[in-house]
């Protein structure tokens, strides 16, 4: 595909600082260049960022890119947008997550033990729809992926008042449409995990927080507990403490429900920091100010 293909992509950064010149770099080095580059700097929640983003651009195609994720090939953007030309039951395309050469032990430890910091790199086409009841995720987020601003538009949009999940939420909305997801083979960006102990933990907890939202916003979907009450709230910080130690060697995912044993201490206290989150976003904190 071709720029004179008739079809036009444009590119959409959320990002705080705008620290985004090597990104920017490679994008525009790209075998398929998106038409334009936006990056949005400054803006919270980041689902009012890539709104305001899709607002501010008019390509046909929408390619989103956090500003820590790089491409790991010069033709992903042709493979993201490709599969969308090619096929109009496909909603959404997306790349693998991978660690950057220059990963450090713990981010690689931090790989290791919670499920969906990184991606397999899949060999083939790989469907990955989100369910639409109970918990799950698509492997695609939006770290990297693509999508026709009429598939955009018929969603509705990211949700501006979630803090954090806004891809999951909107992928739900997605998915409701009819929407087919697919992760295209071969295409990967480098994402980094967390640096440290400390940015895990308060990633996770802001996480929870989201999660919280979420769960108040969309009952339906049956996604989390309710804890509406202090009793409740307290109940569930006991339950999610005494759940600490067995969860070193014993992992469970509510997005895919099964058991594994292995020792992961830092996946359980990743858990922790998700469920003080969780209680803090039912104490109606989690509004973005925090």
């Not at 980094?192 to 339906?220: C, I, S, V």
């Not at 569930?236 to 992961?264: C, D, K």
Request: proline letters at 8%; hydrophobic letters at 40%; charged letters at 20%.
């Amino acid at each position: 595909m071709g720029k004179d293909s008739g079809v036009t992509i444009s590119a959409i950064i959320p990002s705080l600082k705008g620290d985004t010149a090597t990104l920017e770099e490679a994008l525009e080095k790209q075998t398929r260049a998106p038409d334009e580059i936006k990056v949005i700097k400054g803006v919270r929640p980041n689902g009012a960022a890539r709104n305001l983003g899709v607002q501010s651009t008019n390509g046909d195609i929408l390619l989103f890119v956090d500003d820590d994720a790089f491409p790991g090939s010069p033709d992903l953007v042709q493979n993201l947008v490709q599969p969308l030309i090619d096929d109009p039951t496909i909603g959404v395309t997306g790349a693998a997550r991978v660690l950057p050469p220059n990963a450090s032990w713990f981010q690689k430890r931090v790989a290791a033990e919670i499920p969906r910091t990184v991606n397999p790199i899949p060999s083939a086409a790989l469907e990955t729809n989100p369910p639409l009841n109970g918990d799950g995720h698509s492997l695609i987020t939006t770290t990297c992926c693509a999508l026709w601003r009429s598939t955009y538009e018929r969603a509705g949009g990211f949700s501006e008042r979630l803090i954090s999940g806004v891809d999951t939420d909107f992928f739900y909305r997605l998915r409701c449409t009819g929407a087919r997801f697919m992760m295209v083979p071969h295409v990967f960006v480098e994402h980094h995990a967390p640096r440290n102990l400390f940015d895990l933990l308060r990633k996770y907890r802001w996480y929870g927080m989201g999660y919280a939202q979420e769960t108040q916003e969309r009952p339906e979907r049956g996604i989390g507990p309710h804890l509406p009450t202090v009793l409740h709230q307290a109940a569930f910080l006991l339950m999610a403490t005494l759940w600490v130690i067995p969860n070193i060697i014993i992992l469970y995912s509510f997005g895919y429900p099964h058991f594994e044993l292995g020792f992961r201490p830092i996946k359980a206290l990743s858990t922790y920091a998700v469920a003080w989150g969780y209680v803090y976003g039912w104490r109606g904190r989690g509004n973005g100010s925090v």
